[in-house]
């Protein structure tokens, strides 16, 4: 009889890793230790095993080393793939996800365990006005359908004055240049600003994330890098991003951040200590939010710290930008010299969240918000109007397809975001599953062939330095 690995699983020195998503039992066990026979054997596979190599195998066997029979095929199209029943998952855009006895992935089989897990950062229910500076808060603000609806809740809605800040991309979708040309005419408590990278800096950047990457989304790391500076000028108390509720679950289920990181905000013990830290090293103590941006920008500035690299959670997207926006290593200065005054002073802007379900009346869902955003900040749709994720940029499909081919191939351990982002929208219910799956098929990168969008990306980085 005929042994082999089961697909998905693969040798990397003393441990099998697995590339998927395992039932709840197994979520996040992807990793295991091998010895040394073990891995001897299994590296020797597809072979006929003797009784010593089977009874070296031990727990390995019959499941991670199985018959050949038994091997899991991979889809090689959307039209051959396998679907949750709940939602849109399935196994092509998410090869090796598993389903239980009723036909659900692992994210709709642990939808009760991640009800509460809400955001990585502080969430607040209010933004006060600031008493210090003349904006109320800062907003990464992209053109997209996520920003700018926030941008509507907080001008509009909150009536907040507004820093609306703008990385200049060469990607930036035509919609977007007009939704943000439009909302300047609907706003007149929002001061909108845009910073752009010098071209030629911006391709040492891009050809040497693209060479470990395979793309070149840079968003919203350079962003930081471009505008923590200025927050810190103005003394802007908080800031945030544009990320809807699927984009902040989606890092939990990518190994990128454990359920303790949801709550971290909420742990008075874990502030107390950071802050007696803060103290013993003559450092104002911190509060909610400023923790948050602090690592963040450290971490853009000088990398992963070494216990967030022990912990075996890692952001393999931040960590590859990092790398690349370190072949212009000027960028940074700006940014090291401002983290190192907001720490020493205390006017750290706190990076912080709304729940968009709950802002949004009680669930964010992308048909009701385009409405909304259309009529009252003039935001114009891109030009195929069925897509509801990231709206903003034309080479998105290039970083999807290029998450996916190398997930697909076993290159990388990130399941491509989309994926994720697209079958928890679905499973929430922000968009029904029937519209999750014709996004899939018709607006997004999963596609084992070359996308024509990828030449969009590549001119640029053949121009001429």
Not at 2 to 9: A, E, F, I, K, V
Not at 181 to 196: C, G, L, P, Q, Y
Not at 223 to 237: D, H, I
Not at 422 to 440: F, G, P, V
Request: glycine share 4%.
């Amino acid at each position: 009889m005929t042994y082999s690995l089961q697909s998905r699983w693969k040798v990397n020195g003393n441990h099998l890793i697995y590339y998927g998503l395992q039932n709840k039992e197994n979520l996040f066990k992807n990793r295991i230790k091998i010895s040394r026979k073990q891995a001897e054997i299994i590296t020797s596979l597809p072979k006929e095993l003797n009784d010593n190599e089977l009874k070296s195998l031990g727990n390995l066997l019959n499941k991670q080393v199985v018959t050949t029979d038994k091997i899991r095929k991979i889809p090689k199209s959307i039209s051959e793939a396998r679907f949750c029943k709940n939602c849109s998952a399935n196994d092509f855009i998410i090869p090796g996800i598993e389903f239980d006895e009723n036909g659900l992935c692992p994210m709709c089989q642990t939808i009760d365990d991640t009800k509460e897990l809400k955001s990585i950062v502080p969430i607040v229910k209010e933004v006060p006005r600031a008493k210090k500076s003349r904006f109320d808060v800062a907003l990464f603000y992209t053109g997209g359908k996520d920003s700018t609806f926030l941008l509507y809740y907080l001008a509009k809605v909150k009536k907040l004055r507004v820093l609306a800040m703008t990385w200049e991309i060469p990607y930036m979708s035509e919609s977007a240049k007009q939704s943000i040309e439009n909302a300047k005419k609907h706003f007149d408590n929002v001061e909108f600003i845009t910073r752009s990278v010098k071209k030629e800096d911006l391709r040492k950047v891009y050809r040497k994330l693209y060479a470990i990457s395979e793309n070149t989304c840079a968003c919203p790391s350079l962003a930081y890098v471009l505008f923590y500076s200025e927050m810190v000028a103005n003394r802007v108390p908080c800031f945030m991003a544009g990320n809807e509720p699927a984009q902040m679950l989606g890092l939990y289920y990518n190994s990128m951040a454990p359920k303790i990181a949801y709550t971290f905000w909420q742990n008075k013990f874990l502030q107390m200590l950071v802050n007696i830290g803060r103290v013993l090293t003559l450092h104002p103590p911190l509060k909610k939010g400023q923790f948050h941006t602090l690592a963040v920008m450290k971490q853009l500035a000088k990398g992963d710290n070494p216990i967030k690299k022990l912990s075996g959670y890692s952001d393999e997207l931040v960590s590859n930008i990092v790398t690349a926006i370190n072949e212009v290593p000027q960028l940074l200065k700006p940014l090291k010299r401002s983290i190192r005054y907001s720490s020493r002073t205390g006017h750290i802007p706190a990076f912080v969240h709304l729940d968009f379900d709950k802002i949004s009346g009680g669930s964010y869902n992308w048909r009701k918000i385009k409405d909304t955003i259309v009529n009252e900040c003039g935001w114009v749709a891109p030009k195929d109007d069925g897509k509801g994720l990231h709206t903003s940029c034309k080479i998105e499909k290039c970083k999807e397809h290029s998450q996916f081919v190398r997930f697909y191939n076993c290159r990388s351990r990130m399941i491509p975001f989309s994926a994720v982002e697209i079958s928890l929208a679905s499973r929430n219910r922000n968009l029904s599953r029937e519209q999750a799956i014709a996004e899939i098929e018709n607006s997004l990168g999963f596609s084992l062939e070359e996308i024509t969008e990828t030449e969009i990306m590549c001119d640029f980085l053949k121009e001429k330095l």
